[in-house]
């Protein structure tokens, strides 16, 4: 019988996160093929004129992608929703 041990997730839910592409919210996570995966709320933009298809705004990166906003925080205003979610883990 062996045990086996999964490495901690960088981010947690609620976690406020940039990306290339973008900046969003930790919805989720999940442990895959040996690393971890977040899916990523970004804010909605205005409706286009086609309207909209589903869940557009939100995808699954891996962690090597993913790196904490707060910790780059460069004078930008989060909107009210993102301060209402940050929280430390």
């Known amino acids: 019988m062996s045990a086996s041990v999964l490495p901690e997730p960088k ?15 930790i919805k989720n996570y999940r442990f895959e093929s040996g690393n971890w995966e977040y899916l ?4 909605m933009g205005p ?3 086609m309207g909209r298809v ?6 699954w990166l891996p962690e ?9 925080f460069s004078g930008k205003l989060l909107n009210l929703e993102q301060k209402n ?3 430390a883990c």
């Open 64 to 72: 090597v992608d993913i790196s904490s906003l707060i910790n780059h």
């Open 11 to 25: 981010f947690c839910k609620g976690q406020i996160v940039s990306f290339i592409g973008g900046e969003g919210v």
């Open 40 to 43: 990523v709320k970004m804010p």
């Open 54 to 59: 589903g869940y557009e705004t939100m995808i």
């Open 85 to 87: 979610l940050a929280k």
């Open 47 to 49: 409706e286009p004129e």
